[in-house]
Structures are given as C-alpha cells and as structure tokens.
C-alpha cells in the first residue's frame, strides 16, 4: 500500500466563512473553482489550474451542532504550495493587504512565503529559487 501522492486537504466551516475561505483560496492563492458533482452538502472544489484533475483544496459546508473553532492551535501547520515568480507573487499579496513572513531554506535552496487564511490556517509558498531571479 505505498502513497504516491497528497489528494487534497478539505476544510468545514459554517457556510459564511466557506464563502470567505473560497474567495481567499481563489483570489490571493490562486487557485481556481471547479467541478464539484454529485454532493448534496454545499462546498467548493479548488484546483490548481483548469488542467489539473484534481481538486487541492475541497471546502465543505459544516452542518454540524454547535460552531467549529477557529484560530485556534491545531496539529495543522500550514498548507503549502510549490509556486514560480516569487517577485509577481510578493507583489500580489501586497496588492491584498496579506501580512507575511518569508524564510529562505539554504539547505533546500528554497524561499518561502508564509501567512495564514481567514480562519488562522498556515499556508507556505514555495519557491525553488534555482527557478527564480532572486
């Protein structure tokens, strides 16, 4: 039974903040929405790009009792996406008012990007710097 791949990562929220979390992922990641069939529950599929098969990030409508909590600690860090053009992407989440950290990995020879979504979870950029003027 060897993994060979991470499917997607899904977060459940009420729907409000589902509707907050879909235009953060969409607007300020970069992801895109998708074909989400056959569910009866609200939610989002969000990929990668329109080519890619499968959804990275799947937003759920919770329906449960009582609200789930947010920001708060979790053994969930951070999400983290492999991306190109670091200068376009700073740029961007300036452009959306997105406070963040950035942490080079020599080891690695890797930048990274940090900030955390509406409801407090970690996403990480991840650039290889080989690919990028730096």
Known sequence: MPVTELNHVNLRTPYE??????????????LKMGPREGFSSR???LYINENDPNAVVHLAEYRGEG?????VLTTLDH???TCTDLT???A????????Y????LAVLNVRQINFKDPVGNGIEL???LENEKV
């Open 79 to 81: 999400i983290s996406f």
């Open 43 to 45: 939610g989002f599929w």
């Open 101 to 104: 950290t950035i942490r080079d």
């Open 88 to 90: 376009a992407t700073e």
């Open 126 to 128: 991840f650039f290889h």
């Open 17 to 30: 903040t589902m509707l907050k979390l879909k235009d953060f992922y969409c607007d300020v990641v970069g």
């Open 67 to 71: 609200e789930p909590l947010n920001n």
């Open 92 to 99: 961007h989440l300036k452009k959306h008012n997105i406070d």
